[in-house]
């Protein structure tokens, strides 16, 4: 597997180049964003590490880029930074970021935290399809569709929407979606969670009924 990380300072870049080789990774470093898309035309790698803030670049900004590339847009991410800030947090996972690190971290919970998000990346990639009354799940396109009409869904909420679609029926709390969805806990995930699943109801239009609340519980899909 191939990783490229993007980090400028050469210490942190070094303990995420130890634990990655010591999971059978291949790695290569950047310190800047020209670098770094540069390599991804060459060879698209299976994982990103990504500071928040690389030199004057805003890590928020080579993100925003990456997913705006349909042939970039799964690749996982996951983003580092010293700020411990909810809204960073927040801002990241919105954008499409799988996982936060806060530095200074530690090599165990760095492996632990890729070796989780690379088996979560690895169930995703189905081919089969899924249909919940008027809603068409292509798992090979990541593509949806309610009532005949293809709903323009970020990152998070197709997978949301995919991990209700899995568990039909089966009432999911808030904690087992961040965990699934996301893949770790952090403060205000309850609003997390309840904004991506009010913007999937809207995204669904008629069929976003599908999607129901069960009161001090979580979600369910009908």
Same mark, same amino acid.
């Given at each position: 597997?191939?990783? =490229?990380?993007?980090?400028?300072? %050469?210490?942190? #870049? ?32 299976? !994982?990103? $590490? ?34 411990? #800030?909810? #809204? ?11 996982? =936060?690190? &806060?530095?200074?971290?530690? %090599? ?5 935290? &890729? ?16 249909? %919940? ?6 798992? $090979? ?11 323009? $869904? ?9 991990? !209700? ?6 009432? $999911? ?23 991506? %699943? ?22 369910? !899909? #009908?």
């Amino acid at each position: 597997m191939l990783a =490229y990380i993007v980090e400028d300072s %050469i210490d942190v #870049a070094e303990v995420e180049r130890f634990a990655l080789e010591g999971n059978d990774f291949e790695v290569k470093s950047f310190d800047n964003s020209r670098g770094f898309f540069y390599a991804m035309t060459e060879k698209k790698p299976d !994982l990103i $590490l990504l500071d928040i803030l690389i030199g004057n670049e805003s890590g928020f900004d080579i993100l925003d880029k990456i997913k705006s590339y349909a042939e970039y847009r799964y690749i996982p991410v996951i983003l580092a930074s010293s700020c411990d #800030a909810e #809204a960073d947090k927040t801002r990241g996972l919105d954008a499409g970021a799988d996982d =936060y690190l &806060v530095k200074p971290f530690g %090599i165990m919970e760095f492996t632990s935290r &890729v070796k989780a998000l690379m088996r979560r990346s690895q169930s995703s990639t189905d081919t089969g399809e899924m249909i %919940i009354g008027s809603i068409r799940i292509d798992a $090979l396109k990541r593509e949806v569709m309610a009532d005949g009409v293809v709903c323009n $869904l970020t990152y998070k909420e197709y997978e949301l929407l995919k991990y !209700l679609a899995i568990n039909k029926g089966i009432v $999911l709390s808030r904690d087992k979606i961040m965990e699934n969805v996301w893949g770790f806990d952090f403060q205000g995930e309850s609003r997390t969670v309840d904004m991506h %699943i009010k913007t999937l109801r809207q995204k669904l239009g008629t069929q976003g009924d599908q999607i129901k609340t069960v009161r001090n519980v979580g979600y369910k !899909l #009908a």
